[in-house]
């Protein structure tokens, strides 16, 4: 397309070029459409992920090199300071590891109370979050693991101390995963102190949720706790998500809108955890269907035959938000029924 | 078309770090202001060798660009072509306008770009950006005269090697 021709082959050019690119133009509406209604073009971003993989390592490795040298001259101190900190970090973990087998145990005496056959074990999977920038205004990582290590589209992702996201994509080494505050997100939470469930919309902003459509009448203020409520199946239920922080009228007066920030860090990660959920029997007997999802109220899907590294996992947040326990002599007072204590 | 075998080494090698460039990671308050680097690397080649540069081309060019960055399939195809397509239309003016002259129309271009975008943005349902949203074609602009001199100093260098 040289326009150093004749003026005629010059206007004939122009209008074959219009006409191409309105066939263009065609072509990527209809792709969109496809991919954004549809998601009919699945299949080719599988295809797509072996050449990803390579790029995404290639783009991040600035990062990964400038990270290897800070730890190549780290100095012993910062490691000692650190190795410390783990330590007692460790030491609190033990501590609350200790009241929550107790509770494990009286969780299980209650649900063969109630007659349910099935608990909810969660299974965990570390994975790192790569150093890769997608769109800026899309709240989306990159994992480093794939369905070839196991990874699902749909298993909810957490950090230290609160959910993350879920898993949207899940070629073989490279998986995708939605954040909580994506604009297109929506988690089912609860309201720990009341109880109340509601939804917590994403809203591009790393910091914010907004959980709008709130009665007036529901008792929600600032600094109340979330967690997910398991309705929807797609996240466990309990697992910490955020934190209210502010309520205010919406424009039309008729209901609430909080506020909340997320619990875990959307903006500085590293290492993340994959969540399975599967349903175990809780004993031999029959197999009846019973409520997939335990009562609410106790931080649910803590499996006892899990090793106790996992098992501290998705209670381990909900402490550290509520109750640092200090690893003393502090015994574990608040509401724990007489049955455990005096077994 | 005949195609001398060393010129489209550089335009591959141009391409290719653009995408990396776009990928790479920036910290997190800058990271809106990342310029449109295919684009702009696009630009630069439909000015200076149209010859390798095709409406197809670049559509393909986007749709690999979408799969790597996860966007939309076909958003930054459509972009790609939406921009070459102009720059071909004032190609001869563009390229004899001095440096000045020739970023305030690159601003232009990517200006319309990020309209462009936003309507994408509009019509799949994600809201309103923030302001910074529109920081990037500026610095894109900023960006131009250096990233322009540099892929005509990559252009000549494989001709001066084979001569």
Same mark, same amino acid.
Not at chain 1, 4 to 7: A, E, L, R, V
Not at chain 1, 311 to 314: F, G, I, Q
Not at chain 1, 338 to 343: E, K, L, M
Not at chain 2, 133 to 139: E, K, N, S, T
């Given at each position: 397309?040289?326009y150093?021709?004749?003026?005629a082959?010059?206007?004939a050019?122009?209008a074959?070029?219009?006409?191409?690119?309105?066939?263009?133009?065609?072509?990527a509406?209809?792709?969109?459409?496809?991919?954004?209604r549809?998601?009919?073009?699945?299949a080719?971003?599988?295809?797509?992920?072996?050449?990803?993989?390579p790029?995404?390592?290639?783009?991040?490795?600035p990062?990964?090199?400038a990270?290897?040298?800070?730890?190549?001259?780290?100095?012993?101190?910062?490691?000692?300071?650190?190795?410390?900190?783990?330590?007692?970090?460790?030491l609190r973990?033990?501590?609350?590891l200790?009241r929550?087998?107790?509770?494990?145990?009286?969780?299980?005496?209650l649900?063969?109370?109630?007659?349910?056959?099935?608990?909810l074990?969660?299974?965990?999977?570390m994975?790192?979050?790569?150093?890769?920038d997608?769109?800026?205004?899309r709240?989306? %990582?990159v994992l480093? !693991?794939?369905?070839?290590?196991g990874?699902? =589209?749909g298993? @909810?992702?957490?950090? $230290?101390r609160? +959910?993350?996201?879920?898993v949207?994509?899940?070629?073989?080494?490279?998986a995708?995963?939605?954040l909580?505050?994506?604009?297109s997100?929506?988690?089912?939470?609860?309201?720990?102190?009341?109880?109340l469930r509601t939804?917590?919309f994403g809203?591009?902003?790393?910091?914010?949720?907004?959980?709008?459509?709130?009665?007036?009448s529901?008792?929600?203020?600032?600094?109340?706790?979330?967690?997910?409520?398991?309705?929807?199946r797609?996240f466990?239920a309990?697992?910490?998500?955020?934190?209210? %922080?502010?309520?205010? !009228?919406?424009d039309?007066?008729?209901?609430? =809108?909080?506020? @909340?920030?997320?619990? $875990?860090d959307? +903006?500085?990660?590293?290492?993340?955890?994959l969540l399975?959920?599967?349903?175990?029997?809780?004993?031999?007997a029959?197999?009846?269907?019973?409520?997939?999802?335990g009562?609410p109220a106790?931080?649910?899907g803590?499996?006892?035959?899990?090793?106790?590294a996992l098992?501290?996992?998705?209670s381990?947040?909900?402490?550290?938000?509520?109750?640092p326990i200090?690893?003393?002599s502090?015994?574990?007072s608040?509401?724990?029924p007489?049955?455990?204590?005096?077994? | 078309?005949?195609r001398p075998?060393?010129?489209a080494?550089?335009?591959?090698?141009?391409?290719?770090?653009?995408?990396?460039l776009?990928l790479?990671p920036?910290?997190?308050?800058?990271?809106?202001?990342?310029?449109?680097?295919?684009?702009m690397?696009?630009i630069?080649?439909?000015?200076?060798?149209?010859?390798?540069?095709g409406?197809?081309?670049?559509?393909l060019?986007?749709?690999?660009?979408?799969?790597?960055?996860?966007?939309?399939l076909g958003e930054?195809?459509?972009r790609l072509?939406?921009?070459?397509?102009?720059?071909?239309?004032?190609?001869?003016?563009?390229?004899?306008?001095p440096?000045l002259?020739q970023?305030?129309?690159v601003f232009?271009?990517?200006?319309?770009?990020?309209?462009i975008?936003?309507?994408?943005r509009?019509?799949s349902?994600?809201?309103?950006?923030?302001?910074n949203?529109?920081?990037?074609?500026?610095?894109g602009?900023l960006?131009?005269?250096?990233?322009?001199?540099?892929?005509?100093?990559?252009?000549?260098?494989?001709?001066r090697g084979?001569q």
């Open positions: 397309m040289n150093m021709g004749n003026p082959a010059r206007a050019d122009a074959r070029g219009t006409l191409r690119l309105v066939m263009y133009l065609v072509a509406l209809i792709l969109m459409t496809a991919d954004h549809g998601g009919y073009l699945d080719l971003r599988e295809r797509a992920a072996t050449f990803r993989g790029l995404y390592w290639l783009a991040a490795s990062v990964r090199v990270r290897d040298v800070t730890t190549a001259v780290n100095d012993q101190r910062a490691v000692i300071a650190e190795n410390h900190d783990l330590r007692e970090a460790l973990a033990r501590a609350q200790a929550q087998s107790t509770m494990d145990d009286e969780n299980i005496r649900r063969a109370l109630l007659g349910s056959r099935y608990r074990a969660l299974e965990a999977q994975a790192a979050i790569i150093d890769v997608l769109d800026p205004f709240q989306r %990582v480093d !693991a794939g369905s070839a290590q990874v699902r =589209v298993q @909810a992702l957490m950090d $230290a609160g +959910l993350l996201g879920q949207i994509e899940a070629p073989p080494e490279r995708v995963a939605l909580i505050t994506d604009a997100h929506t988690t089912p939470v609860e309201v720990v102190r009341t109880g939804l917590a809203t591009g902003d790393g910091e914010k949720l907004r959980l709008p459509y709130i009665p007036f529901a008792d929600v203020k600032a600094g109340d706790e979330l967690v997910t409520s398991g309705l929807g797609r466990p309990g697992l910490p998500v955020a934190r209210i %922080v502010t309520v205010e !009228a919406d039309s007066g008729t209901f609430a =809108v909080a506020t @909340a920030r997320p619990a $875990a959307l +903006l500085r990660y590293g290492e993340v955890l399975r959920e599967e349903r175990v029997a809780m004993d031999a029959t197999t009846d269907p019973q409520a997939p999802m009562p106790l931080p649910a803590v499996d006892a035959n899990l090793p106790p098992r501290a996992v998705p381990a947040p909900n402490a550290d938000i509520a109750e200090v690893p003393s502090d015994a574990p608040p509401p724990r007489t049955s455990a204590g005096t077994r | 078309m005949s075998r060393f010129p080494l550089p335009l591959l090698a141009s391409l290719v770090g653009g995408l990396l776009t790479a920036l910290p997190l308050a800058l990271a809106p202001f990342k310029p449109f680097w295919i684009a690397i696009v630069y080649w439909a000015l200076e060798q149209p010859e390798h540069i409406l197809g081309r670049v559509f060019l986007g749709l690999i660009c979408d799969l790597a960055t996860g966007a939309l930054q195809a459509l072509t939406i921009i070459v397509f102009i720059v071909f239309r004032f190609r001869a003016r563009m390229r004899f306008f440096m002259q970023s305030l129309a232009a271009l990517l200006l319309n770009d990020r309209v975008a936003l309507a994408l509009l019509l349902g994600a809201g309103w950006p923030d302001y949203f529109w920081g990037a074609p500026l610095v602009t960006f131009w005269p250096w990233l322009f001199l540099l892929l005509d100093e990559m252009r000549r260098m494989p001709r084979s």
